[in-house]
């Protein structure tokens, strides 16, 4: 029995990701930021962490916490972002800004859900604090859920409170006619914007994907003509960069490669030059365009110092090029550079020797990655059960994917980006059978409860 195409995508409804990226240079100088971040598990709250802060005698005010609820944000710590808005008003009796609010019903959604936001706003925020934010907060989060008529009720609304005077929230609702295909709609919505001269690149750049999502080539270089003969509209990298990819998606790679020319005039006038020369590396290997590759790649060892995220750019893109060789000399290079040893790059060629059955190299790399003094990532260990179930290994599968549990913070704890991962492997095989028969063994090995058993018996079965 196979597996559906879009089982993928379906895992990925079922389960919830949560981020590991690291924290930023802000919070790491937050005192109290660096208690929260231990508490990883959404279940535990960080209420006791901020009421012991406050019993020390610590100072924490409206902008400490703002930071801390920015940073929870970023990676994804919804709850307790939401605990924290909360504290700060309910505890610390700081009165809420409408920013704030508007930052709270975000949040609310991705905790509680839509049906909460509105109780919020309608039960909640006093009509003198209903300003732009929280309006467009609303309308974000009617966006968020794809409430196309919800969302085109707060936008009549922001015109008639004439809050509607930037671009922020007309982008909002036209990106949600791009992501329901309502390219009428949106057409409509871009005359309304420029009769009010209310519009900016973003404006353009959602057009472009929304031309290129519905194959219209000629909506594209009208777009890009009105972007570069509007006056009002200052182009950057990420501007060419989406052109050049709307291009590519309608077949038109002459005109992309145009486009990349134009993006790679603006390095030298942009303030993030190692981004722009990561959109490049990506871009023309989506081309085909290996020898362009390597020129771009020798252009921005010359003119900037490279680092982590510089290798980890032409590594991905050598391998959209299947070039394994030309990979691993990249990484010999990192290697010989000394840099901090970060897993996300043996990573590539972890993955690349599991796909091509080269299972030895890859338990090869990730042992001398560990003898380096590098942490293997959730990813890491997911390769290496993929390629474990790939040879029938189901005993070696399960220890890896233990290991990868290990190093996963306690929230995605078993049913989230490990698991998935794991399973998108059997889903490559296309067994639905042996996908079941996995599910059961890591059931009988304790990596998980016979309830979660269960209900991914049953998605997997649904899935037929």
């Not at 399960?398 to 913070?409: E, G, N, Q």
Request: charged residues 25%; neutral net charge; hydrophobic residues 35%.
């Amino acid at each position: 029995m196979k597996l559906s195409p879009s089982n993928s995508l379906a895992l990925r409804r079922f389960f919830s990701l949560t981020s590991t990226r690291k924290p930023s240079s802000i919070a790491r100088s937050n005192s109290l930021y660096r208690r929260i971040s231990p508490v990883g598990d959404p279940r535990d709250s960080i209420v006791p962490v901020l009421d012991q802060w406050v019993r020390e005698g610590r100072p924490i005010g409206r902008e400490q916490l703002q930071s801390i609820i920015r940073e929870l944000k970023l990676y994804k710590r919804f709850k307790h972002a939401l605990e924290v808005s909360y504290w700060m008003t309910d505890r610390r009796y700081i009165p809420p800004s409408i920013a704030d609010l508007a930052t709270r019903m975000n949040l609310i959604l991705r905790v509680h859900g839509l049906e909460q936001v509105e109780s919020y706003f309608n039960n909640f925020i006093p009509h003198r604090l209903r300003g732009f934010e929280v309006y467009t907060s609303l309308l974000n989060c009617y966006a968020h859920e794809k409430s196309v008529q919800k969302a085109e009720s707060v936008m009549q609304e922001l015109r008639d409170m004439e809050f509607a005077k930037t671009p922020l929230s007309y982008n909002i609702l036209m990106n949600l006619y791009y992501q329901v295909g309502s390219i009428e709609k949106l057409d409509a919505l871009m005359h309304e914007m420029e009769e009010k001269g209310c519009y900016d690149r973003y404006t353009f750049t959602i057009q472009l994907s929304a031309y290129a999502a519905s194959s219209d080539s000629k909506g594209i270089d009208n777009i890009v003509a009105r972007m570069e003969s509007d006056p009002r509209i200052i182009l950057d990298c990420s501007s060419y960069a989406i052109a050049a990819d709307a291009y590519m998606q309608v077949g038109s790679l002459e005109k992309a490669l145009e486009m990349l020319k134009k993006l790679e005039g603006h390095i030298q006038t942009t303030q993030r030059r190692s981004v722009a020369f990561h959109f490049l590396l990506k871009l023309y290997a989506k081309a085909g365009e290996k020898g362009e590759l390597y020129r771009i790649w020798g252009l921005y060892k010359e003119k900037e110092k490279i680092y982590n995220k510089g290798y980890i750019a032409m590594m991905s893109s050598l391998l959209t090029l299947d070039d394994i060789e030309g990979t691993e000399k990249i990484f010999e290079e990192w290697e010989s550079r000394g840099l901090s040893y970060d897993f996300r790059i043996p990573n590539f060629l972890i993955d690349a020797y599991r796909r091509n059955g080269v299972l030895g190299k890859a338990e090869a790399l990730v042992n001398k990655g560990i003898a380096k003094g590098g942490d293997p990532l959730v990813n890491t260990w997911c390769y290496l059960a993929g390629g474990y179930l790939d040879f029938d290994q189901a005993p070696k599968a399960v220890d890896a994917l233990k290991k990868a549990i290990t190093v996963c913070p306690p929230s995605s704890k078993p049913n989230k980006d490990t698991l998935v991962t794991c399973l998108e492997y059997l889903e490559g095989q296309g067994d639905v059978e042996r996908a079941e028969e996995f599910i059961s063994l890591l059931r009988n090995e304790g990596v998980f409860s016979a309830s979660v058993h269960d209900k991914l018996l049953n998605h997997i079965k649904h899935e037929k």
